[in-house]
């Protein structure tokens, strides 16, 4: 099991930037595929963006269509961490966010919450118009 925190939410105004921190356990942490999920309140968990491990020191990068072009994500793998910088904040970018670590191949798709094995608690982000 890997365990995994996140860090770095806040409020922010409007059209203000963040960057969220997700720091994971394990040895073999370059091999982890790593997600950002979302869940507003009332609504559903949703995905935000992953970077998922394609063999050697490459990585594939993918983001719904709603941050796209305005989040990036990242991974330190010397630090265990992967980040989400958020940038061009909307008010509709509000929820708790969730980091999300599997050491496992599987069959579901990047962008499946069922991918991920293990979830931190999340970190709360407000952006206030």
């Known amino acids: 099991q890997v365990q995994v925190e996140e860090s770095g939410g806040g409020l922010v105004q409007s059209g203000g930037s963040l960057r969220l921190s997700c720091a994971a356990s394990g040895r073999t942490f370059s091999q982890y595929d790593m997600g950002w999920f979302r869940q507003a309140p009332g609504k559903e968990r949703e995905f935000v963006a992953t970077i998922t491990w394609t063999g050697g020191n490459t990585y594939y990068t993918d983001y719904s269509d709603s941050v796209r072009g305005r989040f990036t994500i990242s991974r330190d793998n010397r630090k265990n961490t992967v980040y989400l910088q958020m940038n061009s904040l909307k008010p509709e970018d509000t929820a708790v966010y969730y980091c999300?670590?599997?050491?496992?191949?599987?069959?579901?798709?990047?962008?499946?919450?069922?991918?991920?094995?293990?979830w931190g608690q999340g970190t709360q982000v407000t952006v206030s118009s």
């Open positions: 999300a670590a599997t050491s496992a191949r599987n069959y579901y798709s990047n962008n499946d919450p069922k991918r991920y094995a293990d």
